[in-house]
């Protein structure tokens, strides 16, 4: 069975502190995308990975960072939390062919106090 | 700007009520559309893949048709186990990333 899988579930930080958001998938994907869901605001794209260490910018970048070191391993990275980064971050990877459908993690809720 | 509507933002039916959710778009040129199932506290899972005006899938209870403009989820009978969150997306030719509505709350009564 294919799986995308993030590290925590629930995840409670306070302003200011350094956050990672792990995921990992096991289908040899080249692309891998970050997104984050509020409510009334659907699925908004934050940063998308095609390839080991190549990144870009989605719709919602400022605040973020991403690292992709190795092909099954994205990281999303909360350089200073803020009150305002409180929502649920999906990961999600797909293949190369012809829209290749997402695969979506299980979803990290953090709440930033 | 791709931009993806769906309508309405919740729905509430009796058990074995039909009906239909809808999505409307705006792309340049579809290289998908993509309408995914959401259950509470969970990531979405993938139901169908459409790529041209006039085609159709389904699957169980459920139906999706699409138009150059628009998307239709068609629901027949539904049970209380389809009550979930709907989403759709698209894909704009030559990029990677989709592009998701605000999803549709579907709630199916006993």
């Known amino acids: 069975d294919v799986k995308v899988t993030q590290s925590s579930r629930y995840l409670v930080k306070r302003t200011g502190e350094k956050v990672f958001l792990e995921c990992v998938q096991d289908?040899?994907?080249?692309?891998m995308f970050w997104y984050r869901q509020d409510p009334g605001l659907g699925l908004r794209l934050i940063y998308f990975s095609y390839d080991v260490k190549m990144k870009e910018k989605g719709d919602i970048p400022e605040g973020y960072s991403v690292s992709r070191e190795k092909k099954e391993r994205f990281s999303l990275i909360l350089e200073s939390a803020s009150t305002n980064q409180t929502s649920m971050y999906l990961c999600a990877s797909r293949g190369t062919g012809r829209s290749e459908k997402l695969f979506f993690g299980s979803g990290t809720q953090l709440s930033v106090l | 700007e791709d931009q993806v509507t769906q309508s309405p933002e919740a729905l509430r039916l009796q058990e074995g009520e039909s009906s239909s959710l809808n999505c409307s778009y705006t792309v340049s040129g579809l290289r998908g559309l993509f309408w995914y199932r959401q259950d509470p506290g969970k990531g979405p899972e993938f139901l169908f893949t459409?790529?041209?005006a006039g085609e159709e899938k389904e699957k169980e209870r459920l139906k999706a048709t699409l138009t150059k403009k628009e998307s239709f989820l068609h629901i027949t009978a539904p049970k209380p186990e389809d009550s979930a969150t709907y989403l759709c997306a698209v894909q704009e030719r030559g990029a990677q990333k989709l592009v998701f509505g605000q999803g549709t709350r579907l709630t199916i009564n006993p």
């Open positions: 289908m040899d994907h080249e692309n």
């Open positions: 459409l790529y041209s």
